[in-house]
Nanobody, 119 residues
Framework: QVQLVESGGGLLQAGGSLRLSCAAS????????MGWYRQAPGKQRELVAT???????NYADSVKGRFTISRDNAKNTVWVQMNSLKPEDTAVYYC?????????????WGKGTLVTVSS
């Protein structure tokens, strides 16, 4: 059984900063990639940022220069530091990981954490 648990969401004003964390636990052999996605009300889920086990990163254009993704492979944990937040960053943020257990390689999702940015 694998779990991804996010934390760090909250309510804040525009221009503020927030750091989200996601820890993966369970019968994990290895984690290939980890990332963050978000879903705003009435919109589809979209990519925020991803990071490979080797540290290569990819960001959505809308967050480049404001968000920074990082991970600790030993702790199976990924973070996203979000600076200069805007009201349009308001969304439920989901952690994602492509990982191997002893049974399979699969894509896993957390339950999400809400970030609300007021103007």
């Amino acid at each position: 059984q694998v779990q991804l648990v996010e934390s760090g969401g909250g309510l804040l004003q525009a221009g503020g900063s927030l750091r989200l964390s996601c820890a993966a636990s369970g019968s994990i052999v290895s984690i290939d990639y980890m990332g963050w996605y978000r879903q705003a009300p009435g919109k589809q889920r979209e990519l925020v940022a991803t990071i490979t086990s080797g540290g290569s990163t990819n960001y959505a254009d809308s967050v480049k220069g404001r968000f920074t993704i990082s991970r600790d492979n030993a702790k199976n944990t990924v973070w996203v530091q979000m600076n200069s937040l805007k009201p349009e960053d308001t969304a439920v943020y989901y952690c994602n990981a492509g990982l191997r257990t002893i049974f399979r390689l699969a894509d896993y999702w957390g339950k999400g954490t809400l970030v609300t940015v007021s103007s």
